[in-house]
């Protein structure tokens, strides 16, 4: 009967635990490495560098899914001049895995003239009481602005908390 006692106890505060719609936030930093477009692959380290710096908001509505709303500005550096290139907004669907990972599906409007979507995988790598760190890597796909279709790659890494 105390087992029984215990086993009930214990289930009911594990879903206290968990209480949903639940809203978490993180930063993080983006590290753009190569990009295809018009036939030619481009590094990010060359005549230019771009780093960014995504920041947002979750709204998980279970275990499995949530609601991803992030900004992300962007800053180049050319010829020894550093400015704000362009800032990303980027809403997105979550799907919640196992093990800390999940697949973010994104929409994609930047402020310089380009739109698409960006898939990323997203892995938390070390759980705290009050933060996780993660990192995902992200695969930009971009349209517009006279521009050549492109696809990119990047590493992420970030604070969740």
Known sequence: MS???LAILRNCLA???AVY????????IVQPLTTFAD???TSNVGKA?????PFGINLLKSDNFG????VAPAIRTEKNISKVSTVLFHPG????????????????FETNGRFGVTP?????????????LFVSVPFPVRFGNGLPASISTGVQIGVSF
């Open 3 to 5: 087992f029984l006692f």
């Open 15 to 17: 879903q206290q635990a």
């Open 21 to 28: 719609p639940r809203i978490t936030g993180y930063f993080s």
């Open 39 to 41: 036939g030619h692959f």
């Open 49 to 53: 560098y771009t780093v960014g710096f």
């Open 67 to 70: 609601v991803s709303f992030e």
């Open 93 to 108: 669907a979550m799907f919640r895995f196992r093990h800390g990972f999940t697949f973010i599906g994104r929409m994609a």
């Open 120 to 132: 990323v995988f997203n892995q938390v790598i070390k759980k705290g009481k009050d933060a996780n």
